[in-house]
């Protein structure tokens, strides 16, 4: 880290000391697109939506797509992808525009958040679709929140799902649940203060909005609160620094929740937490204001993922993918491992 790291917002995990990355082992796809979070399906394989590129085999100009799904077929190190919606050669084209940093498979169904129609508008909604047919058609599920739901607050933007395992199996409970962080300002940069929201639906119940709930703060002991009424909803991850996008994944082997978020000026610093509830108590893993090798020419990094199918050696191993901008702006695998 350098000397202007910003101080973490919680304190350093007595149970993960640290994390190591091997970039000898990165593979790099799909040179133009980015975002690329990812879900562990039914079918064995992984899917993942990309952005503003032409996806596997495709370019930032070739095959270009505002939004698109691939599969990602095999395992950490010897895996094949292509485009299942969208991108160059598509198995099928895609029918709407926008960006998405969420993705699941539950039951064989595929849910996806759909913020905005492009980059600079993700804040105005967030939309729920599903797709039975594995990312190869979506319905607009008529869940939506937008600017304009909330009266004390701009709302969330670009929620992501927290990942257990293959099609949700391995799940806490009945229940899915969603980060997202909060608007503090309509531009499309770092918010200050950053503040995640924690949301949960019933899973037999994901396209009825009326049975959201919203995280409202801890009971004495460490329970969770929970309300119905979105104006009462309380942070459940905060840094001062900021926050922009975000990614969560259950590590069932180490039984530890993993949260990702981002907390300086756009594609550069990170955070890595672990938690024993999805609602914390919040732990610090890794915090760095440059994600990448300080030698390596380009260090802009927008999203960061955990593979929720990739982890190895009794869930101490893990791969990451990562975009970014410049030569990062890809699809990037990394392997790692977390330091007892």
Not at 318 to 323: G, K, Q, W, Y
């Amino acid at each position: 880290m350098s000397a202007n790291t910003l101080y973490p917002p919680y304190p350093r995990s007595k149970f993960i000391k640290g994390i190591t990355f091997d970039w000898s082992s990165r593979i790099r796809l799909a040179p133009g697109s980015d975002n690329w979070p990812l879900t562990w399906a039914d079918d064995g394989h992984q899917y993942t939506v990309f952005g503003d590129g032409g996806g596997f085999g495709g370019t930032n100009e070739i095959g270009r797509a505002s939004m698109g799904i691939a599969r990602i077929e095999g395992d950490r190190k010897d895996y094949k992808a292509c485009n299942v919606w969208g991108g160059k050669d598509a198995e099928h084209p895609a029918t709407f525009e926008g960006k998405s940093w969420g993705i699941i498979c539950i039951d064989g169904i595929f849910y996806m958040w759909r913020s905005g129609a492009a980059s600079s508008d993700c804040y105005e909604f967030q939309k729920l679709y599903k797709s039975e047919d594995h990312g190869a058609s979506w319905e607009d599920t008529c869940v939506e929140f937008n600017i304009n739901s909330f009266n004390r607050s701009r709302g969330f933007f670009v929620p992501t799902f927290l990942q257990f395992g293959q099609n949700y199996q391995g799940a806490r409970d009945n229940y899915v649940y969603m980060y997202a962080p909060e608007v503090k300002s309509l531009v499309w940069e770092l918010q200050i203060p950053g503040e995640i929201s924690l949301i949960r639906v019933p899973k037999d119940k994901i396209t009825s909005q009326a049975h959201y709930e919203f995280f409202a703060g801890n009971e004495y002991g460490g329970t969770a609160r929970w309300t119905h009424d979105g104006e009462q909803r309380r942070p459940v991850f905060y840094d001062a620094n900021g926050v922009m996008r975000v990614n969560a994944v259950y590590n069932p082997a180490l039984q530890k929740y993993l949260l990702v978020t981002q907390h300086t000026a756009r594609n550069y610093g990170w955070g890595i937490y672990e938690a024993n509830e999805p609602w914390g108590s919040w732990k610090t893993i890794y915090y760095s204001d440059c994600f990448v090798p300080e030698d390596w020419e380009c260090k802009l990094v927008s999203y960061l993922s955990f593979s929720p199918k990739w982890w190895d050696n009794d869930g101490w191993e893990f791969v990451m993918v990562f975009s970014g901008r410049e030569y990062n702006d890809a699809w990037n695998s990394i392997e790692g491992g977390f330091i007892i």
